[in-house]
């Protein structure tokens, strides 16, 4: 059963760049049926989309935020990473790294998360 | 700017039915929009529900439907029972790559 496993580190400075990996183990990211990518939840509030990247290369960004979102995906190492720059309190967040069927566009897997914190 | 709406929170009583519902400000919901539905439970993350409107997820109960009422997608619990107290959101496929998720709705079974 494939899972997915974010990392990275859990306390960030105001300004600087969060940087997360999520590795996909029990399957393959090389799916023409998939997508990867990232969702968060502020604390106490609700989901925000942030991306995904088709094993392709192809991005797509949620508006609010593509100015300072980068996805990007090694498939050799089976995993994929969020960069988000210039980061504020904002910012702190659970993030999530999903996986989404490209056919009936939802997003059926899962990691159980990452806590990050914007703080100096 | 386009906002998925839901209900902030909802009350069922428990054997009772209540259907919670996804709408887009302007703009109808249809399933070109592939609504899908998700359970929250507070330190978890979400589990898929319901896809392509109708469709349930591996291992739902057939307690939980979806369709589209209206010009909203619909998120249908029959028989409520007390684990079903939880968060749901819904996520609408706005085309172009781009994914919505609704503000979430706070169920309670009481």
């Known amino acids: 059963q494939l899972q997915l496993q974010e990392s990275g580190p859990g306390l960030v400075k105001p300004s600087e760049t969060l940087s997360l990996t999520c590795t996909v183990s029990g399957g393959s990211i090389s799916s023409s049926s998939y997508y990867w990518g990232w969702v968060r939840q502020s604390p106490g509030k609700g989901l925000e989309w942030i991306g995904n990247i088709y094993d392709s290369g192809s991005t797509y960004y949620n508006p609010s935020l593509k100015s300072r979102v980068t996805i990007s995906i090694d498939t050799s190492k089976k995993q994929f990473s969020l960069i988000l720059s210039s980061v504020t309190a904002a910012d702190t967040a659970i993030y999530y790294c999903?996986?989404?069927?490209?056919?009936?566009?939802?997003?059926?897997?899962w990691g159980k998360g990452t806590t990050v914190t914007v703080s100096s | 700017q386009t906002v998925v709406t839901q209900e902030p929170s909802f009350s069922v009583s428990p054997g009772g039915t209540v259907t919670l519902t996804c709408g887009l400000t302007s703009v109808s919901v249809s399933t070109s929009n592939y609504p899908s539905w998700y359970q929250q439970t507070p330190g978890q993350a979400p589990r898929p529900l319901i896809y392509s409107t109708n469709i349930r997820s591996s291992g739902v109960p057939d307690r939980f439907s979806g369709s589209i009422v209206g010009d909203k997608a619909a998120l249908t619990l029959a028989g409520a029972q007390a684990d079903d107290e939880s968060d749901y959101y819904c996520v609408l496929y706005m085309g172009g790559g781009i994914w919505l998720f609704g503000g979430g709705t706070k169920l309670t079974v009481l």
């Open positions: 999903a996986r989404t069927y490209y056919f009936y566009s939802y997003m059926d897997v």
